[in-house]
């Protein structure tokens, strides 16, 4: 709770003991105890809040905002109750009511300087900057501080940053926003580096990069000391804007002198070097080159310059930096792609340089991340002579020495990363994937020897801590799927999981082997194991963005209904929260003048808020939601009321999506030919975003479907056809075409898009296997064919033969679609044929799609039941009159559709038992390989887990198909 000791309050004492239980999670025994106070202090106000937050974190939300207003509307001016009342609103996702409290005690005490910085933060809350604006003036002629002067023009500032209209943030705010600063500035009175930090972002917004520059280079500038190179790093940013290649390049080298290892500054000297000779710019022969100092204008000057830098850390006594030696590899690259050859062979030859700094910096776990980028400027004939020459600066352990370590293996842990540098760059270079599948076989053996040997220097290290060699586990895991994918022998991918398991027994915080893994068992259709895996990542904030998706996205996929929701609420609580966090660090950063994160700290909200995994998370998670517990046409009902789904309005920010995965975060050695390209994100973003328009639809044509009135209007009451059945059936006679829309695009990728992504790309969504399946198809025809009683009134349907044998065959086709639906879904899920073991994941997944699909085509059996029963009715008063004995067409042919559904899903869940039966029996020891283990960990151990998780795929799909069965047995009509 909130610090209330400052306050000297009589009622203190009396409040405390709520305060403790509130704290401590005992939010009954808080209310108990408030209503004690309230019985003998009536009037007691916050008691009344405390009692409110014990009931909202109770679940009594109506309640609980009851009695919030109930003080509320009282204007309350005491600190207790205005702190406690801001907790709760800020628990109920509503700061906007906030505001309006501290605007009531602003009017009734004007002059506290607490209540305007509440009110200043109440409205940062909401981002509501002109309000913020004059609330900051507000403040500051109250208390004439410099910081509340400059919330004000902070506010300016974010009020420009956020316009619309660019022009009016250009020639009102911005230049406003200056004007203020400049009177301070003329005034004497900048006192803080915050202050000139803001100054200088507004030139900056401005375009005003030369007046930014003079205050950068004044007195003003000499307060930025809070970041080291503060001054040095804005100038050099302003001098790029400006195009002043010469007191870039002249800044760049004087900072390289200071510091000869920041790459940065290398950089650009460089770009402003080859910019200076394009525009043959000459020195003036007189004075200084520039304000900045010397320039240099000649390839000459350069190869100089970093020829003496790299001679400078050569006679050092100390360690040398890295920077100076890959600057040449750097400047080689730029001369090479000028067509400047000639001049870059006075630098070396690239192969000798690169050898030269593997002798050097070859035992850091840097030095394979340095080489790497700069591989390319070896030519092919080459780089078997480059690995053999850098394995001769590599302490190997000889047949002849004596002593513990075998021959050919490292003797220390910097032999050690040495050999695996090594290794890495070979990998890099494509040597190992030139190799036949023996030789490949003949390298992970050696690979394994390697980790095996390694793990002698790590016996101290503890649990949180890496083993020296486990690259060299993770690398031999990278060759197995490398067989994998060229033979289809998914052997191969159960030997990897051994290889990675193995190193997790000794390494149980390395999240490089869990996220393969966590891959791995995907592909294969086993989910369970993934679950401990992804926890034990322990992935923190952001990353359930960035990498959150390789949980979400088979979760579900694959029949793990209860892990699904889980995963999606870890997701969900993340973005929830980040509305709320984020205005909290955006009024930390006010309070502590910390102005430069402002807009940072928005445009983080903003990116989180219009995340594509976010609508993904949220879309299936409701999705889900309605599967699992909507069973009859009331049911859905309500659950489409409980998550507030409103089918007419579209929340999600289709123009604006922002792709936040991290599709790198998995190590990766593969030659630049195998890389993850712009063209394979593109492909990935267009397949994730059309599937996520066909899922989203289809949640809201079912909330939609739930929200039809079920009883058919009056047939002469054209006023309630106009503005009330009507006006329910709009929403998803619109939505209804739009999902035919998204589908036909859906069909047009898979078609277009034919090649798979990389082993360790973006996973493919669940949209090929739905509409290979045929479950979107058959999903869409059930919705048509509400669509289709929704046109024909009653009346309608009951006197035209034509209309009921239209309806009739809709409901033969319905059958049988979902009967093709399941005929995909056949086949061993499991299987193991001349002593391999094989799975398929994508039969897994169809079957998880049939059973969605089932639910779909129940709610509009259901739906359909309502709109028949009153047909049935008036169809048993004619049979009195006229003594017939014949059903109407229609109604027999629903008959016949509910039997042929209740065939279709007692079909499909005598092939889940099936499975299950055929799974349970399947024995490792038939299995060729069932008595050989990588390192430890035993292929029937893995097997084990893949066994467990498709039982419990099985037993959820199993569950939930009896759950709609039994709906389906209790639908009459």
């Given amino acids: ?75 309350p001016t005491d600190d207790n109750s205005l702190q406690a009342l801001t907790i709760l609103y800020r628990e109920m996702h509503r700061p906007e ?22 009110l200043f933060m109440a409205y940062a809350r909401v981002g509501d900057y002109k309000k913020m604006q004059q609330a900051g003036m507000a403040l500051y002629k109250i208390v004439p501080k410099n910081p509340y002067y400059f919330w004000s023009v902070m506010s300016l500032l974010m009020q420009a940053i956020s316009a619309q209209d660019e022009k009016l943030a250009q020639t009102m705010f911005l230049p406003l926003a200056e004007r203020m600063v400049e009177k301070m500035v003329k005034e004497d009175k900048i006192e803080a580096e915050a202050e000139v930090q803001l100054y200088f972002m507004i030139l900056e917004r401005l375009g005003k990069c030369v007046e930014a520059l003079e205050v950068l280079r004044g007195p003003l500038g000499e307060k930025l000391t809070s970041e080291l190179q503060c001054r040095e790093t804005k100038c050099m940013v302003l001098y790029k804007r400006l195009e002043s290649w010469p007191e870039c390049n002249a800044l760049s080298l004087k900072l390289l002198l200071k510091n000869p290892d920041d790459w940065q500054f290398y950089l650009s000297y460089f770009e402003s070097l080859f910019h200076l000779i394009d525009q043959s710019w000459t020195p003036p022969s007189e004075g200084e080159h520039c304000a900045e100092g010397e320039v240099h204008t000649a390839v000459s000057q350069a190869v100089c310059f970093v020829e003496e830098r790299v001679r400078a850390e050569e006679e050092k006594e100390t360690r040398p930096l890295r920077g100076p030696y890959l600057s040449r590899l750097e400047l080689i690259r730029h001369l090479r792609k000028r067509g400047l050859s000639e001049e870059a062979t006075q630098l070396g030859d690239p192969l000798e340089l690169m050898v030269q700094y593997f002798g050097k910096f070859g035992d850091k776990p840097c030095c394979i991340t340095d080489l790497k980028i700069f591989l390319d400027l070896l030519p092919p004939d080459q780089h078997v002579q480059f690995t053999n020459r850098l394995m001769e600066g590599v302490p190997l352990n000889s047949e002849e020495v004596g002593g513990d370590t075998p021959a050919g293996l490292p003797s220390d842990t910097r032999a050690l990363q040495r050999h695996l540098c090594v290794t890495q760059l070979t990998r890099s270079l494509g040597l190992h994937h030139a190799l036949e599948p023996a030789g490949k076989l003949q390298l992970i053996t050696q690979l394994k020897a390697h980790y095996q040997h390694g793990l002698q220097f790590g016996k101290s290290c503890l649990k949180t801590e890496l083993q020296f060699s486990d690259m060299y586990c993770l690398m031999a895991a990278h060759v197995y799927v490398d067989l994998w994918m060229e033979s289809g022998d998914e052997t191969m991918l159960w030997r990897s999981i051994c290889v990675l398991e193995e190193g997790l027994t000794h390494s149980p915080s390395n999240a490089q082997f869990k996220l393969l893994l966590l891959l791995l068992f995907c592909r294969l259709g086993a989910f369970e194991p993934v679950v401990d895996l992804y926890t034990s990542l322990d992935a923190k904030h952001v990353q359930h963005d960035t990498i959150g998706y390789l949980l979400t996205r088979y979760a579900e996929a694959l029949g793990q209904f209860a892990a699904a929701s889980q995963s999606c609420n870890f997701s969900l609580r993340f973005f929830h929260s980040n509305q709320k966090d984020t205005s909290e660090y955006i009024i930390q950063a006010y309070k502590y003048g910390a102005f430069e994160k402002i807009p940072e700290f928005i445009a983080f909200r903003t990116r989180l808020n219009h995340s594509l995994h976010f609508a993904q998370v949220r879309t299936e998670r409701m999705l889900l939601d309605l599967f699992l517990e909507a069973d009859l046409s009331s049911s859905l009902e309500e659950s489409v009321k409980a998550m507030s789904l409103t089918p007419e309005e579209d929340d999600i920010p289709w123009d604006c999506l922002r792709d936040n995965r991290d599709l790198t975060v998995m190590v990766s050695w593969d030659p630049p030919d195998r890389h993850l390209t712009d063209a394979h994100r593109k492909q990935s973003v267009e397949e994730e975003t059309t599937w996520l328009r066909v899922r989203s639809l289809t949640l809201r044509l079912i909330g939609s479907l739930a929200l039809l009135s079920p009883t058919p209007p009056p047939q002469n009451s054209e006023k309630t056809n106009e503005n009330g059945v009507a006006s329910k059936h709009a929403p998803f006679h619109k939505l209804l075409p739009q999902l035919e829309t998204a589908l036909q695009e859906a069909e047009n ?24 399946t045929g479950a979107c198809s058959c999903q869409l025809s ?63 997944e169809a079957l998880v799609l049939f059973i969605e699909t089932v639910c779909v085509v129940l709610w509009v059996v259901t739906f359909c039941a309502s709109l028949l029963r009153p047909l049935k009715s008036q169809k048993k008063k004619k049979k009195k009159k006229e003594t017939s004995t014949s059903a109407p067409l229609v109604v027999c042919s629903f008959q016949e559709l509910v039997a042929g559904l209740q065939a279709v899903m007692s079909e499909g869940l005598d092939h889940i038992k099936e499975q299950e039966t055929n799974i349970t029996a399947l024995n490792m020891e038939s299995l060729s390989l069932h008595n050989q283990q990588e390192e430890g960990v035993s292929l029937k151990t893995v097997f084990g887990k893949v066994q467990s998780s498709y039982l419990r795929s099985l037993s959820e799909l199993s569950e939930l198909l009896k759950k709609r069965m039994e709906v389906l047995k209790g639908l009459k009509i």
């Fill in 1 to 75: 709770m909130a610090a209330r000791g400052h306050v000297q309050d009589p009622n203190d004492r009396r409040l405390r003991p709520i305060y403790d239980y509130l704290d401590n999670g005992q939010n009954k025994l808080a209310i108990q105890q408030a209503d004690k106070l309230l019985k003998k202090h009536k009037d007691l106000h916050c008691a009344k809040v405390l009692k409110a937050i014990g009931l909202q974190r109770t679940g009594r939300q109506e309640e609980a905002f009851s009695l919030a207003q109930e003080v509320t509307v009282l204007e």
């Fill in 97 to 118: 009511l906030v505001t309006k409290l501290y605007e009531a005690a602003v009017r009734k005490v004007p002059s506290s300087e607490e209540y305007h910085s509440h």
């Fill in 749 to 772: 990728f898979t078609q277009t898009h034919t090649k798979s992504y990389p082993v360790l790309g973006p996973p493919a969504t669940r949209m090929g296997v739905a509409l290979q």
């Fill in 782 to 844: 059930a919705l048509r064919l509400v669509a289709s009683l929704l046109d024909m009134d009653n009346a309608g349907l009951d006197e035209s033969a034509e209309a009921q044998a239209e309806v009739a065959s809709s409901f033969k086709a319905l059958l049988q679609q979902i009967q093709g639906v399941l005929s995909k879904c056949k086949g061993e899920l499991v299987e193991m044929r001349e002593g391999t073991c094989n799975t398929h994941a994508s039969l897994l």
